[in-house]
């Protein structure tokens, strides 16, 4: 054989094998072992990432759909709330097809941070039981609308909820679409569509795309739905839906929002990162709490909003990890995996910066938390799981007894349930909640607290 042609083979089969890398894939990109050796990311973060991979493609789907997520030509001239594309949703949808008549998927306009126009996109669901044989069109103003906002799932645009056919979460939807609700679920501005970068936690944000995905579903189907409306959310989407309880659109009654259901919410990211640096970092088994590898994509959230942040209490390896999972754009349990596993002095720098002094942390809270002493336009259903390591139920707390000030407050917290367990666990009082919101009369609804014993309601 010529060198000639040899050399030819091999470059045929280099070309074969990038050929092979799957190009409708954005997010946890997958480098060659010598790739990520440069990236500081040796054997064992390999193996880690190996493990985290098939998660994160589960929860946004193994195809991006480019086409869809690209930014409409419509967006140029849109005005928030406007429909940009909408699609019947066909593949997949696992359980949720069992118990939804119709799953659509759109892109709309919203505002960003600060309040320039952003495309997002999210996806509607109508429920089995809304008059199934009656065409959507003819279904006048009947069906309660609820917007649902979802938990963290990474920072970078591939990591999109609405990209995996059968939904991030959909234990959670799960019981909105049984108990007949149309569910509208944003994937927040920067996920999906990357005209901007997700604001990761910058919940004026995620409550604007809450907001307008709302006023896009009712343009989508304008006769469908009746006037009242609620919003519910886990963990950033329950900081998120708590913000938009306290968005001034929604204090207009005209609005026709009802009430609003936060479980485990982050709420103000200050709290939240002076909390694990001073009372989780030092314990010898700081890995046994999600809090530690959240902190991580915390840090990517203030950057997202703040270019110039430096990171100053982050060590190195921490912020090396952190480029390196921007080169893969690896979604949130790829990231959170990587950093639980280091070593503290490879999550903390040395020296004086910390959470506490930390001035764009501060500001960036101050711009976004919610429970800053705003009224909240309706009642609202806070619920926190006593052994969730993940929003640690002290900063819930702190949050609960600085709104109550000004807002009707229910909080629920559940002793022996953790970040994802308490949903379940709750959800009979959430809808519970939900159902008196939506009706004509709902009862009278006061600040409270009761904490409930896992164990007697799990048995209910
Ligand atoms: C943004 O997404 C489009 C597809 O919708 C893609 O062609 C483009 O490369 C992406 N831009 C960046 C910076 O990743
Ligand atoms: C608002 O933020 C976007 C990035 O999300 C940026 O492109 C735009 O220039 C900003 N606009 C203003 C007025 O600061
Ligand atoms: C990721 O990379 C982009 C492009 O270089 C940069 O703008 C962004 O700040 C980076 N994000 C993080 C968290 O490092
Ligand atoms: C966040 O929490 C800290 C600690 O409880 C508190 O001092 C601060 O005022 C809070 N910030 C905002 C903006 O609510
Ligand atoms: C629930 O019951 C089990 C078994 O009886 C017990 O071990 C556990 O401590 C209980 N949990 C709580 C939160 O009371
Ligand atoms: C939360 O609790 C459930 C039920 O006990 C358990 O299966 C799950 O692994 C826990 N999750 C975390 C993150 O600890």
Same mark, same amino acid.
């Given at each position: 054989m010529h060198l000639y042609s040899a050399f030819a083979i091999i470059f045929l089969a280099v070309q074969s094998s990038s050929a092979a890398v799957?190009?409708?894939?954005?997010?946890?990109l997958q480098l060659e072992p010598e790739q990520a050796r440069i990236y500081g990311c040796r054997s064992h973060c390999q193996s880690l990432l190996s493990e985290a991979d098939p998660v994160d493609r589960e929860n946004?789907?193994? =195809?991006?759909d480019a086409k869809f997520y690209?930014?409409?030509?419509d967006f140029a001239s849109s005005t928030p709330g406007d429909v940009l594309k909408k699609e019947l949703v066909h593949r997949g949808l696992g359980r949720l097809h069992s118990i939804s008549r119709s799953v659509w998927r759109f892109q709309y306009t919203s505002l960003d941070a600060n309040d320039s126009l952003v495309p997002s996109s999210g996806i509607i669901m109508f429920p089995r039981?809304?008059?199934?044989?009656?065409?959507l069109g003819d279904q006048r103003n009947v069906l309660p609308l609820v917007a649902y906002a979802h938990g963290t799932?990474?920072?970078?645009?591939?990591?999109?909820?609405?990209?995996a056919m059968h939904f991030f979460e959909q234990e959670n939807l799960e019981p909105l679409l049984a108990e007949g609700y149309t569910v509208v679920a944003t994937d927040y501005a920067?996920?999906?569509?990357? =005209?901007?970068?997700?604001?990761?936690?910058s919940f004026a944000a995620h409550a604007n795309d809450i907001y307008y995905s709302v006023v896009a579903a009712r343009k989508m189907?304008?006769?469908?739905?009746?006037?009242k409306w609620m919003s519910i959310g886990h963990s950033q989407g329950g900081g998120a839906v708590w913000k938009l309880a306290e968005h001034p659109l929604v204090?207009?009654?005209?609005?026709?929002y009802v009430g609003t259901v936060s479980i485990a919410p982050a709420v103000n990211m200050s709290d939240l990162a002076t909390t694990t640096y001073e009372?989780?970092?030092?314990?010898?088994?700081?890995?046994?709490?999600?809090v530690t590898g959240l902190s991580a994509l915390l840090l990517t959230g203030i950057k997202a909003a703040y270019?110039?942040?430096?990171?100053?209490?982050?060590a190195d390896a921490l912020q090396n990890m952190l480029h390196f999972t921007n080169i893969t754009q690896s979604c949130a349990v790829a990231i959170t995996t990587l950093a639980t596993n280091l070593r503290i002095e490879q999550i903390i720098a040395p020296g004086a910066a910390t959470p506490m002094n930390d001035d764009i942390l501060k500001q960036w809270t101050q711009q976004h938390?919610?429970?800053?002493?705003d009224p909240a336009s309706m009642p609202m259903l806070l619920i926190q799981g006593?052994?969730?390591?993940?929003?640690l139920p002290e900063c819930t707390i702190r949050a609960y007894e600085s709104a109550t000030r000004l807002n009707t407050i229910g909080l629920l917290e559940y002793s022996g349930l953790n970040h994802t367990a308490v949903i379940a666990a709750s959800a009979p009082r959430w809808l519970q909640f939900m159902k008196d919101r939506f009706s004509d009369h709902p009862t009278d609804f006061e600040t409270s607290r009761v904490t409930f014993d896992a164990n007697s309601t799990i048995a209910r």
């Open positions: 799957d190009e409708s894939r954005v997010s946890n946004v789907g193994a =195809y991006y690209a930014t409409s030509p039981t809304s008059m199934p044989d009656i065409p799932i990474g920072q970078h645009y591939g990591c999109a909820p609405s990209s920067g996920l999906g569509n990357n =005209y901007t970068s997700h604001k990761y936690l189907f304008p006769i469908v739905f009746n006037d204090q207009d009654p005209r609005s026709g009372k989780i970092l030092p314990l010898p088994n700081y890995q046994d709490y999600s270019p110039e942040y430096q990171m100053p209490w982050a938390a919610a429970a800053q002493g006593l052994e969730d390591t993940a929003v």
